[in-house]
C-alpha cells in the first residue's frame, strides 16, 4: 500500500510540472514563432514525451511526441497549411491529458 501512495505522489509531481511546461508551451505559441521559440517547444514536447511514459502516461508521451514531430517540422520547413492547427490541437490534447489524470489522481 505504501508503494502506491509513494508512486501517486511521484504521479502528481510530474503532472504538476507536466501542468508548468503545457502552460509555457501555450503562452511560447502566442508569442512570434521565431527559431529560439520553437526550440524550447521541442525542448518541453521533448521532455514531456520521455517522462510521460515513464509515470504510465502513454498518452501525454504520445502527443508529446507529435508535438515535438511537428515543431521540428515546422522550425525546419516553416509555416505548411494546417501545420499550426496541428500544434494547437496536440497542445490541446496535452492540456486535455494532464488536466484529466490530475483529476483522476486528486480523487485517491
Request: charged share 40%; proline share 1%; net charge negative.
Amino acid at each position: 500500500m505504501m508503494v502506491d501512495l509513494e508512486l501517486d505522489e511521484l504521479k502528481r509531481e510530474f503532472l504538476a510540472e507536466a501542468d508548468e511546461k503545457v502552460r509555457e508551451i501555450q503562452e511560447k505559441l502566442e508569442a512570434e514563432q521565431s527559431a529560439d521559440v520553437l526550440e524550447r517547444l521541442t525542448y518541453l514536447a521533448h521532455q514531456l514525451k520521455g517522462s510521460g511514459g515513464s509515470y504510465g502516461f502513454q498518452r501525454i508521451s504520445t502527443d508529446a511526441a507529435e508535438l515535438e514531430k511537428t515543431v521540428e517540422l515546422r522550425a525546419k520547413d516553416g509555416v505548411r497549411p494546417g501545420m499550426d492547427d496541428k500544434i494547437q490541437q496536440h497542445v490541446f490534447n496535452l492540456r486535455a491529458e494532464v488536466d484529466r489524470r490530475g483529476k483522476e489522481l486528486a480523487v485517491n
